[in-house]
DNA sequence: AATGAATGAGAGTTCATTCAT
DNA sequence: GATGAATGAACTCTCATTCAT
């Protein structure tokens, strides 16, 4: 592994997948399929390349390793997986939009299940990685703790100030919110492939940690 | 990978450990050091052997091939990981020793923090193969649903007809408990080598599953 | 390696580069240039293409093949490195411009240098493939030795006949001439860029010649 | 080209080759004999292999690269090739055994041209590489002049003081034993396998030198 | 004429596994 | 039982060459 610490900090350059060829697009498809299913490790560029139904030759064309191709599919994908609670974004919801904690929780529950949701692959590849590369986990615990610390603090103070959420740390309170949310995700994405029932769940989660967290 | 689901079958030939050869020991010793460190499919035999300080050869005498290294790994991990509530040991505690929820909830939380902090690198080895290996997963959470069904449920049932836990479904309870558990353990054994301080995660882990579950 | 042996007989189409496009003579040139620097066998296509500032295309679209781009750059420089005495040119010179030996070795060590030092990414090419391609050598020895048989011999017998030359067969003679240039081109063209002082070098390298050959 | 500067500068451990297994020093043998006739990169690993009679893995087992192979063959020539007029040996010929430039000549001569022509693949080679390796050429260079000043000129200037040799550089001098020698070694070993008459041409070496160079 | 995506044969290298010693 | 040289299939990657645009 090379570096992924740069996978983390680029912002994806979105447009780069669209401009790919025909022929590169199957590449990746057919690399994010593998290596969701058996692993980076166990997957061979050649199988890449048959599954894609181009040449070996073509899967080292644009990406010049495999693990460029890893990069490719976890950059983009990192790069969206946090801002759950970032920057404009979430200030301008805080008074406006989601005036109670409930409010709150259910708006980032419901969304972040459904970016996983509908990134599957990509979510187990990163799941499987993150085993393999402590590195990964470090910097994506480095840049929650500042999200945390910079955003979501304020707003948690807000719900707090407001009596709806208990007076705790709020890196206490978001390692709940995480743990629980991915106890939901973790086994679905894992094991089946059935798609979760988002609403269901989402009201489920929020039910127990609206318990777990008020005031 | 050959076939997990016997590792997970096999009741742990417990013995097995202690009847190896000082340099077979070694020989484990090392593998579950590299596997837990830079992930099974990453780790050669030749390393294996290097840092067990054997041949190569002395490596495939005992364990006919690497899988079966890692099988000799895992296996006995997975045999102990689930019986968290398991059988005899459950029944008995269930009116006696633990009289009330919060006593319940304190000894299975502090009982596996304690086991798998104690088995980091089985953990770390054992997540990073379960993202690989659906089949792994699977086995686990049907074994641990038949746990929860037949055992555990009588013991929550107990728990709710005290009104001490809040009348959900035992597996929606399970859930959570099993989530939060393992938002501490998580990060803490994938990326940090430092120990974790049991009693105050245990008491933290403890005081918010008990508002978010108590009836 | 296909044949060389064309590309010395080959007269040079002399015109051919002239006629060339401005891309061509830019992948010709970048050919040269890395050809000289890194080896054939190291520079691939690719590279030349960037160089030159073509596409891959543009480099196979003149010469059909990688091959035929060392040819086009050997063939050229092979045809012209022989003359030395050769035919018309040597017999009007014989006894009107070279009445004695020392002007006649003036002469060609000067012209011989001259030539090399303005032809000096050939001149590494050529050696390099040359320890390569023994044909290379082989064919380049056999014209030098019918040179020698059929006009450098009249001419250094009519040097011997006066006197001023030793009665050494010509083969012999040719031998230490070309030995003691090389000696000065060899470690310049290979090792250092800087340029030959050619005026300096040339009466030195007669100077020891004249000592050595004269009768 | 990783670095064939240590190459250089390392004594070659002599008994290493010999304690090469059967198939090992079957594969340096092949190695030595591909290299010599097509070139280091026109040979390929599984070429050397098969005609080494192992399998391709073999060839890695001892020699990691195919560079490293490329060492083991340069390393003991080029810690061979230099000493020529090295150290002890020449300081205790110099007033005893060679009395006379002419015996001089004569030893070191013959000396050399033996040992290239005992080592004639080696030497192929390493003409080879050199035209590629520049830097390879100017270490020795370097060290031939170092030795040159340290060692040589005070046994010229012994044979100059006792009137029988031209009082040029000492540089001057090498240069022309060096590439008279050359001028019979470089077109035997290249072109042809015929075996060279030793005394015959090391007779007319220096019968040309002493010419040249005598006061 | 020029492009550059695509090709596929072949390169060097790794590694789990075997087996004669 | 232990060794480590040997194996050969499989791997990632390179590159001269082709060809539709």
């Not at 899967?59 to 969206?80: D, R």
């Not at 910079?150 to 743990?179: A, C, H, N």
């Amino acid at each position: 592994m090379d570096n992924l610490e740069t996978t983390i900090n680029q912002i994806p350059p979105e447009k780069a997948i669209t401009q790919l060829s025909k022929k590169q697009q199957a590449v990746l498809k057919a690399s994010l399929s593998l290596f969701a299913k058996v692993g980076y490790d166990r997957t061979s560029t050649y199988e890449i390349a048959k599954l894609a139904g181009v040449s070996e030759g073509t899967v080292f064309s644009q990406f010049k390793t495999k693990n460029q191709l890893l990069h490719a599919i976890l950059g983009p994908f990192i790069g969206e997986i946090l801002p759950m609670a970032a920057s404009e974004f979430i200030n301008q919801l805080q008074t406006t939009s989601l005036p109670h904690f409930e409010d709150f929780l259910n708006y980032i529950v419901h969304d972040r299940m459904s970016f996983v949701m509908s990134h599957r692959s990509e979510f187990k590849i990163f799941v499987q990685e993150m085993g393999r590369n402590p590195q990964l986990l470090i910097m994506l615990t480095e840049r929650l703790n500042t999200l945390i610390n910079r955003r979501l603090s304020e707003m948690l103070r807000f719900y707090q100030d407001k009596g709806e959420l208990i007076t705790w740390d709020p890196m206490r309170i978001s390692r709940y919110i995480v743990s629980v949310i991915l106890g939901y995700l973790l086994p679905n994405t894992l094991m089946s492939d059935e798609p979760l029932v988002i609403e269901q769940q989402t009201r489920e989660c929020v039910e127990f940690l609206m318990r777990g967290l008020s005031a």
